[in-house]
C-alpha cells in the first residue's frame, strides 16, 4: 500500500497555496512543502513563505538553498557556451526550473513519498519540465497536478481557500514576476501580443544610475572571478555583485520570442544585466584566444545543449558529453575584460590575457607580417582555390 505522503513544490503564490489545502482535504494527503532557492528569494521573503506554508497546514515544510548547485551544474556551461535563447534570452526560468524539480525529486527520495505534486497548468512549459525530470528520477512516485488537471480558473482558486478560511491578499498582481540569480522573467498584458513592449514600471529594478561608469571583470578559466581587480569567494557572489552594479542602469532588459515546448510560441519580458553582461565579456575574451574551430564548434554544440535544456532534457546524457567538451575549451579563457557600463546599454570595450592570440609577435592585420613573406602568401592562396578552379575549368563554368 502507498503512503500518504505527498512532496509538494511550493512557491507560496496562488496555485500552490490552493494545492496545498486540496491536497489535504480533498485527497487527505500529508502535504510537505518544499521551497527550491535558486537566487530568487531574500531572508525576510523566506522566513514569509514559511509562515504561509505552516498557515496552510503542511505537515512540514523546506527551503532548500540550490544556489551554488544551480550554477556548478548548470548556469557555469550557459556561460562556457555564451548560450542566449533565439540570440537573445538567458534562459533564466526554464533553467532553473531543471534545478528545481530535480531537487524536489530528490527530497520525495528520500522521505520517501508515494506522491510529488507542483501547481503547475497545462498551459506552459514547466508542466513538462516537472513531470519528465519526475518520471525519470522517481518513476515509482505518482505525479499530482490539482490546477492542470481541474483546469481551475484563478477565481475557482480564490474562493475555494476562502471556503476554508485561508486569509491572505487574493489581489492579482499586474505582472508575474519570477525571479532567479540567471535573470528575472517578467509576464503581462503587454507580452501576450506581439507588438506591445512592457512598461518601465514592468520591470522589477528601476533606472536609478546616470552617466557612465567603466568596470573590469577578471575571468579564469571561463568563470567570472572578479571585479575591478576585487576577488571573490566563489562565481555566484561574483555575479550577484555584477548584477547590483549593473542593474540599475537598466541593462539587460528585452522581449523574447520563442517557441514552446508543447509547440506555440511564446512572449516573455526579462532583465538579466549580470548574465547579459558576463555572456558577452566571456565570448569577447573567447575570441581573442580561441581558434576559429573551437569557436565553430563551440557555436555548434552550445546552441543545441540550449534548446534541449530549455524543453526539459538536462539528464540526457548527452547533455554531459557537451559540457565536457565546453569544459575543455576553457583552459585558457583567462584575463580581463573592459565594460562600459551606461544607462540602458553596455559596451565591451576590450580584452587583456596572456593567451591572446592577436598578439604582435606574429604581426598586425592589414599593416605588417612577421611569420610568412608575401611569396608564401601568393602559393598559399593559389594552392586554397585549387579545388574551385580545377571545378569551374572542367565544366566551363562561364562567370
Known amino acids: 500500500m502507498k503512503n500518504n505522503k505527498v512532496v509538494l513544490a511550493f512557491s507560496g503564490g496562488l496555485d500552490t497555496s490552493y494545492c496545498v489545502k486540496h491536497l489535504k482535504i480533498d485527497k487527505g494527503l500529508e502535504v510537505h512543502a518544499v521551497l527550491v532557492n535558486t537566487g530568487g528569494f531574500s531572508a525576510e521573503e523566506l522566513q514569509e513563505v514559511e509562515k504561509r506554508a505552516y498557515a496552510l497546514g503542511v505537515e512540514s515544510y523546506e527551503a532548500l538553498d540550490e544556489v551554488e548547485h544551480y550554477y556548478q551544474s548548470c548556469i557555469k556551461y550557459l556561460v562556457f557556451g555564451n548560450i542566449l535563447k533565439n540570440n537573445t534570452y538567458p534562459l533564466s526560468v526554464s533553467a532553473e526550473r531543471i534545478t528545481q524539480a530535480m531537487a524536489v525529486a530528490k527530497y520525495a527520495k528520500k522521505i520517501d513519498a508515494a506522491y510529488v505534486a507542483h501547481g503547475s497548468t497545462g498551459a506552459g512549459n514547466d508542466q513538462v519540465r516537472f513531470d519528465m525530470i519526475f518520471n525519470i528520477m522517481i518513476p515509482g512516485v505518482e505525479i499530482l497536478t490539482p490546477i492542470r488537471d481541474n483546469q481551475l480558473s484563478r477565481e475557482e482558486e480564490i474562493e475555494f481557500l476562502k471556503k476554508h478560511g485561508v486569509e491572505m491578499d487574493f489581489t492579482k498582481a499586474q505582472y508575474s514576476i519570477n525571479k532567479g540569480i540567471w535573470g528575472t522573467s517578467v509576464g503581462g498584458k503587454e507580452t501576450l501580443t506581439s507588438h506591445q513592449p512592457l512598461p518601465e514600471t514592468a520591470y522589477p529594478t528601476q533606472v536609478t544610475k546616470e552617466g557612465q ?172 582555390g585549387n579545388q574551385a578552379m580545377l571545378y569551374h575549368q572542367v565544366n566551363g563554368t562561364e562567370f
Do not use: C
Open 213 to 384: 561608469e567603466q568596470i573590469s571583470l577578471q575571468f579564469e578559466q571561463g568563470e567570472l572571478v572578479g571585479i575591478n581587480e576585487q576577488k571573490y569567494a566563489s562565481p555566484v557572489a561574483a555575479i550577484q555583485a555584477l548584477q547590483a552594479i549593473a542593474a540599475p542602469y537598466g541593462i539587460g532588459r528585452d522581449v523574447h520570442v520563442g517557441d514552446t515546448i508543447i509547440g506555440i510560441k511564446g512572449r516573455v519580458g526579462f532583465e538579466a544585466a549580470a548574465p547579459m553582461v558576463i555572456i558577452k565579456a566571456h565570448h569577447t575574451l573567447e575570441k581573442h584566444v580561441l581558434t576559429k574551430w573551437q569557436l565553430y564548434w563551440k557555436e555548434q554544440l552550445a546552441t543545441w545543449y540550449g534548446n534541449w535544456l530549455h524543453e526539459g532534457q538536462f539528464i540526457d546524457p548527452v547533455m554531459r558529453n557537451i559540457e565536457g567538451f565546453l569544459q575543455e575549451t576553457q583552459q585558457n579563457v583567462t584575463g580581463t575584460v573592459h565594460v562600459l557600463l551606461a544607462p540602458y546599454r553596455f559596451q565591451v570595450q576590450g580584452i587583456e590575457s596572456k593567451y591572446d592570440l592577436m598578439s604582435s609577435a606574429f604581426g598586425s592585420y592589414g599593416e605588417m607580417n612577421n611569420g610568412w613573406s608575401g611569396e608564401d602568401v601568393k602559393g598559399f592562396s593559389k594552392i586554397f
